[in-house]
């Protein structure tokens, strides 16, 4: 089987189909195997998508690129403060 990369927006309808399939009486293993998942799979997105709506993913994810925006102009910050401060030492 083809790996697939999945948007949180595509787990979370998963999610509710997994659900939908449990409360069914299927077992976690017919029910990964009918979306197409593994169990661990499905065990790590309830982990990390459980109870999170569409709109909450979209938010999470937005939050999580400015998030990696910040830290590397922190890290650039701190590479340009500690040049400056050895030239203004004379360490050049």
């Known amino acids: 089987m083809a790996k697939k990369r999945y948007?949180?927006?595509?787990?979370?309808?998963?999610?509710?189909?997994?659900e939908v399939l449990l409360?069914?009486?299927k077992?976690?293993?017919?029910?990964?195997?009918?979306l197409g998942v593994t169990d661990q799979t499905y065990y790590r997105w309830r982990?990390?998508?459980?109870?999170?709506?569409?709109?909450?993913?979209?938010?999470?994810?937005?939050?999580e690129v400015e998030n990696a925006r910040l830290?590397?102009?922190?890290?650039d910050l701190t590479v340009?403060?500690?040049?400056?401060?050895e030239v203004a030492e004379g360490n050049y």
Do not use: C, N, P, W
């Not at 077992?27 to 195997?33: D, G, H, N, P, T």
């Not at 982990?47 to 939050?63: C, H, N, P, T």
């Open 27 to 34: 077992s976690v293993a017919q029910m990964s195997k009918q």
């Open 71 to 75: 830290k590397r102009a922190v890290a």
């Open 7 to 18: 948007t949180a927006e595509e787990i979370i309808h998963k999610l509710r189909e997994a």
């Open 47 to 63: 982990k990390s998508y459980g109870g999170m709506k569409v709109d909450q993913a979209r938010r999470l994810k937005e939050l």
């Open 23 to 25: 409360a069914q009486g």
């Open 80 to 85: 340009d403060k500690l040049i400056l401060k």
